[in-house]
């Protein structure tokens, strides 16, 4: 009984729900794509839903888990694949081209999804997050969040899908999602206009005036954000963030041709 409520203990410290659907597993490992001579790194492995399918997929596979219980059990049952015990958002990521795999604890979603938007060698990451995350990220609900417009020009993001909350270990109180981040092969915009994207973002976010037009307005000539919300269809009174990642490239390329 007192080892039993350790467990539970711990597992609720580090955000541990563990996966127990086969088939969920399969489809993420599927979907994740990974290059069979290329380097994985999966995150928190737990009881090894997802390495069981990793491993043979993989040319190489790493595994970070953070309870040492763990890492230990998923290194005996797959001795071909390295596993280390550490805090995956302090590793430095590898210089050589690279993917990110995992159920990730929601409690560092932020964290890790930050991690891997600021390594330079990913090709692209599947996580398991919370399903209002992953709904959040990618316009679920009809609404997109500033970190998604403001990385579209190098990352797609976008949803695969919901994962029943019963199909994990404790059950979570919420539902699970498919998030998947790549990185584009030809960045939307010039490299060089970076900075002032960033800008016309951090305006547009920053919910003076009620609407995008009226927070543009504050440093853009009326008629040109006229013309550029128009070319993007975007109505004059939308609220910022009903407005589409890919309506934003629009508005950026009309305001600063």
């Not at 015990?85 to 590898?94: E, H």
């Not at 795999?101 to 560092?108: D, M």
């Amino acid at each position: 009984m007192v080892r039993t409520e350790r467990q539970g203990n711990r597992r609720r410290r580090l955000s541990q729900n563990f996966l127990t659907d086969t088939a969920a597993a399969r489809r993420v490992v599927r979907l994740a794509g990974v290059d069979p001579g290329g380097l994985v790194l999966e995150v928190g492995p737990g009881d090894g839903a997802l390495t069981r399918f990793l491993a043979p997929a993989a040319g190489r596979l790493t595994a970070y888990e953070l309870d040492p219980r763990l890492a230990d059990r998923v290194a005996r049952r797959h001795p071909g694949v390295r596993v280390v015990c550490a805090d995956f958002t302090r590793v430095r990521p590898p210089h050589e081209p690279f993917s990110v795999v995992g159920n990730i604890p929601y409690s560092r979603t932020a964290d890790i999804v930050r991690w891997c938007l600021a390594a330079p060698a990913l090709t692209g990451a599947t996580l398991i997050t919370q399903w209002e995350y992953a709904a959040k990220r990618t316009g679920g609900h009809g609404r997109w969040s500033r970190l998604t417009v403001l990385t579209w020009p190098r990352w797609s993001w976008e949803s695969a899908g919901r994962i029943p909350r019963h199909r994990f270990h404790p059950v979570p109180r919420v539902d699970a999602g498919v998030l998947l981040l790549r990185r584009r092969t030809a960045p939307l915009l010039d490299p060089a206009d970076a900075e002032d994207y960033r800008r016309l973002v951090d305006l547009g976010f920053s919910g003076l005036g009620g609407s995008l037009r009226a927070s543009l307005r504050r440093a853009h000539p009326v008629r040109r954000v006229d013309r550029a919300l128009d070319a993007a269809r975007v109505l004059g009174d939308s609220p910022v963030g009903f407005v589409s990642p890919d309506q934003w490239i629009t508005v950026f390329d009309h305001l600063h041709r």
